[in-house]
Structures are given as C-alpha cells and as structure tokens.
C-alpha cells in the first residue's frame, strides 16, 4: 500500500514560472523529507521538516511540514531549467526504521 | 559523497536464475535499505537492515531475501528471477533510524528476460 501520494506526477513550465508539488497521506509521519533525483543517479536529499508546521527554505525553495504531520509542500519560486528532475516525498513513521516514498514528481523546466 | 558502491551497475538473466546485488558502504552507517524503483511506483521499500544479520521486511519483500554478515555490506538476491523483478534496484544508508538523511548509490539496473 503506497502510503504517500504526489501531484501532480508531471510537471512541464517555463523557466521563471513558480510551481508547488504536493505530499499526501493520512499516516502521520515523524519527519518527511524531499529529495531530487537525476536521470542514472540515487536521489539526493534537499530536506528534512521535522515539527508540525514548520516551514524551511533552500534557496528558491520552500517546503512546508502540514500542521498535523500527514503532509508536505514543495513550491519553486521562478523555475529554472537545473531545476529539472524528479522529485520525491519520503516519510519515516514514527517508531520504525522504515523511509517511505512518495510516487515522484517529475519536474520539467524549459529554457 | 558518501561510500556506497553498487554492483553490478547492469545486469540481463533470464526468468528462473538465482541474481545478487551487493551494496558495499564505507561510512560505517549502521541502517542500510534496498528500494526498487518503478515508473508510476515512486521507491519501494524492499528489505531493511538495523544493525549486523539484523534484517526485516519493507513493502514488497516478496521473492526477495538478504543478508548482512558486516556492517559494510547489504546483500539483496533474488532466489528465482522472475520478469515482474525487472527494475533499478537502490541501497541507501543512514546513520540513524529517524529524521536522517538517507544516502543513495548510483543503482543497479536488472532486465529479467
């Protein structure tokens, strides 16, 4: 059973566009992560939120932890085409040693 | 980078053929996973292990078994290939269990004809 849901799974927009990918689930997570994976490559961290509501920036990116610890954001402020890829949830339940995925978002930035 | 080698890289068996992966870390991290990754499927938690021959099953375990004998090596093989198993397979390492980064390797492409 696939625990965390992405949208939208394909993403196609201009460079400077912005955009927001969503994480779902009705499981509560003890911390839910965002990684980027390039074609032929393991995927790579970019974050991790930890508390209910916590809001983090990397540079033109903000990922949001929902109040309730069963959700996530990810919004890219004016695109660019590196930030081409695909993009993944990932959700350790509390009490496990288990890192769950979501379906990936592939993200397509055009010059 | 974190030390996490995959081999092989590619491989192509045929239906019925024992095949293992290994995946071989040097950053003495103790949790190490297998994921496959499949299109429309995201990653999918195979077999994970906590600490050496300390192992337990992920979401789709079936038709797989591992072993740890070390700390710096994650053994996945698949008894008796069978199409369906055809996919990139991914370990990953963490040093701890929660809110920890999870390093990946490169990835082992498997064609099961």
């Known amino acids: 059973t696939q625990l965390l849901e992405q949208s939208p799974q394909f993403l196609s927009i201009q460079e400077g566009e912005n955009l927001t990918v969503y994480c779902n689930s009705s499981?509560?997570?003890?911390?839910l992560q965002w990684y980027r994976q390039e074609p032929g490559e393991g995927p790579v961290l970019l974050v991790t939120?930890?508390?209910?509501?916590e809001v983090k920036k990397l540079k033109r990116l903000t990922f949001q932890f929902g109040d309730a610890r069963k959700d996530s954001s990810l919004h890219i402020t004016a695109a660019q085409p590196g930030d081409t890829g695909l993009y993944l949830c990932a959700g350790a339940q509390a009490g496990t040693y288990k890192y769950i995925f979501g379906t990936g978002t592939r993200l397509k930035v055009l010059a | 980078d974190a030390g996490i080698t995959q081999s092989p890289r590619h491989k192509v068996t045929e239906t019925g053929t024992p095949v293992t992966l290994r995946c071989h870390q040097t950053e003495n991290h103790r949790y190490m996973y297998w994921y496959r990754q499949d299109p429309g499927h995201g990653l999918r938690l195979i077999h994970y292990?906590?600490?050496?021959?300390?192992?337990d099953k992920g979401e789709v375990s079936d038709g797989y078994s591992v072993s740890r004998s070390k700390t710096e090596d994650f053994l996945l093989t698949l008894e008796s290939a069978t199409s369906s198993q055809t996919s990139v397979y991914f370990c990953?390492?963490?040093?701890?269990?929660?809110?920890?980064?999870?390093?990946f390797g490169s990835g082992t492409q498997l064609s099961v004809l």
């Open positions: 939120v930890v508390t209910g509501g």
């Open positions: 292990s906590y600490g050496v021959k300390d192992t």
């Open positions: 499981s509560v997570f003890s911390s």
């Open positions: 990953a390492i963490s040093r701890t269990a929660t809110n920890e980064k999870l390093f």
